[in-house]
């Protein structure tokens, strides 16, 4: 039997979500069989934001970031991305829309019959206008990002969990896009590779401020990137002074039994009445 | 054991052929849409083709030889021992050649083609693929059919050839015809009908080896154990239909070509 639905704490619903938003969800179901996963998800991402997802596994956390890139359809309501309604295009018209969003899975997904370097030239290589040199100078770019310059050529197998899961970022950022989907980036890593990981989802947001939506059951994630911003000179991210926020939005949404419990800031989260969130965070 | 309603089952098959056609027909339509992955076409042509050689000249080879074997047999008992080369070909062209070299070839290439792909579809591999903007069903299954289709109508030549080669050593050095009588005995009772039918059967068979190894690939659900099953019902799938299918083109063939 499933715990009773707390109320919201706060009622991201009831706002409607504004004309320019990177991702609106409204009122989304998805049910495999009699398992109803999402019972009216509502929410929205704006431009440049960065928000949090969190939730028990099992919740639909993945499921969303599905959702979104179309990978999925809902069963109803109207999820719209970058300005199109994905929940209304056929798969075909899909692609281009794909094609600007970077998606980060949860075990990397790296094409693993390809090298490192044409794993990152996938989505360029597609892209049959731009010349060699470009790409090459592209897939080192994001590489270098990534302080993974120097496996240009292994295969994803010699690489480790943590390595991967940094192609797999290279792989989302090398098109620059214009919304990042994470999920899970620090699922099964030990802390420092979490931490390095982290670091790299920081300077990312900073640096380029791609719309992002990260989805984690890791609340120490969550909370280093509130209290943390890239610094240019150590090319680290490096804790923010206390009473300071971050330049960059940040929001956190919670996931319970299919609904959204919280929609906030992390002050807004720290400081939540709710005794479900209290104790999850804590 | 889980008992499922007939209606559940019946849906289910349903399911999967509707699934299965939809996948067939976007493959040819694919071929009418950019991109044409014109590269992957190639590797797989290579990996098909090339890399299934030795199995149809060692398959048509020791099949040429023991029909011509077995033909012997029984032509004896009527002195029309001659006609030895004329019986292999026949069988060769008509039939064997075509739905042994497509057997052979559904157990080497349905099998990898289902195990890779599922594979793939189990690490997410195909989702990011498709994440990234890119059209799997044109990038992985497009390829796999186009090469099959085109190397199976080459690889049967090849089988038919050998298998003629494989009789006219059965023919020379065990039955002590001569070779030359052989060969002439066996080209010219081929006629244009026998060639149309020979050919016409390994496009068939090769459309459907690929597409049952990429549907039962890109279908495949529930990890290892998953691929394995995936890769088991593939070589099954496309052997069954190629056994069936066989007998409904001949029929057909045989009609269409009034054939003697």
């Given at each position: 039997m499933s715990a009773p639905v707390l109320p919201?704490?706060?009622?991201?619903?009831r706002t409607p979500p504004p004309a320019g938003a990177a991702v609106v969800f409204e009122d989304v179901h998805l049910a495999f069989e009699d398992n109803?996963?999402?019972?009216?998800i509502s929410f929205h991402l704006e431009h440049g934001e960065t928000k949090v997802l969190f939730g028990v596994a099992g919740s639909g956390k993945s499921l969303i970031l599905k959702l979104a890139l179309g990978l999925l359809k809902p069963d109803s309501g109207r999820i719209t991305v970058l300005g199109q309604d994905v929940t209304g295009t056929p798969e075909d018209g899909l692609f281009a829309l794909r094609a600007r969003i970077g998606m980060v899975f949860q075990e990397s997904a790296l094409f693993d019959s390809l090298s490192v370097r044409d794993n990152v030239a996938f989505r360029l290589m597609e892209e049959k206008d731009l010349p060699e040199e470009e790409v090459e100078r592209r897939v080192r770019e994001a590489l270098r990002f990534v302080e993974l310059e120097q496996t240009l050529d292994l295969d994803p197998a010699e690489l480790s969990g943590g390595m991967r899961r940094r192609v797999a970022i290279a792989r989302a950022i090398v098109t620059r896009p214009e919304l990042l989907l994470y999920d899970s980036p620090t699922g099964g890593l030990d802390p420092v590779t979490s931490n390095t990981i982290i670091d790299l989802i920081v300077k990312q947001r900073d640096v380029y401020k791609t719309s992002s939506l990260l989805v984690t059951h890791r609340l120490q994630d969550a909370f280093t990137m509130a209290t943390h911003q890239f610094d240019e000179k150590s090319n680290h991210m490096r804790a923010l002074p206390k009473g300071t926020r971050c330049e960059v939005p940040l929001s956190f949404l919670i996931l319970r039994d299919g609904h959204v419990i919280f929609d906030g800031d992390v002050h807004q989260l720290a400081h939540t009445d709710d005794t479900y969130i209290r104790n999850y965070v804590s | 054991m889980e008992y499922v309603s007939p209606i559940e089952l019946a849906k289910e098959k349903i399911l999967v052929v509707q699934d299965y056609t939809w996948l067939s027909i976007h493959s040819v339509a694919n071929l009418f849409r950019k991109p044409l992955y014109m590269g992957d076409i190639l590797q797989q042509a290579d990996v098909i083709g090339v890399g299934s050689l030795p199995i149809v000249v060692l398959t048509g080879f020791f099949t040429g030889a023991v029909l011509a074997l077995q033909a012997a047999n029984t032509l004896q008992r009527f002195g029309s021992l001659s006609l030895v080369g004329q019986l292999v070909s026949l069988s060769m062209v008509r039939e064997l050649g075509p739905v042994l070299t497509c057997l052979m070839v559904a157990g080497r290439n349905s099998s990898g083609m289902a195990s890779e792909l599922g594979s793939m579809a189990v690490t997410e591999q195909i989702d990011a693929m498709r994440a990234l903007g890119t059209d799997p069903m044109k990038k992985l299954v497009t390829p796999r059919v186009v090469a099959t289709v085109v190397m199976m109508f080459f690889l049967t030549i090849i089988s038919d050839l050998v298998g003629l080669a494989g009789g006219s050593v059965v023919a020379r050095f065990l039955l002590g015809l001569d070779v030359r009588q052989y060969w002439s005995n066996a080209w010219e009772n081929l006629v244009y009908q026998d060639i149309v039918m020979g050919l016409t059967k390994p496009v068939l068979f090769g459309f459907v080896i690929a597409t049952m190894g990429c549907y039962y690939g890109m279908t495949a659900r529930g990890g290892t154990q998953g691929v394995g099953r995936a890769t088991t019902q593939a070589v099954v799938a496309a052997s069954v239909l190629i056994l069936v299918l066989d007998f409904f083109v001949t029929r057909l063939l045989m009609a269409l070509l009034s054939f003697r």
């Open positions: 919201l704490a706060s009622s991201p619903q109803e996963v999402l019972r009216g | -």
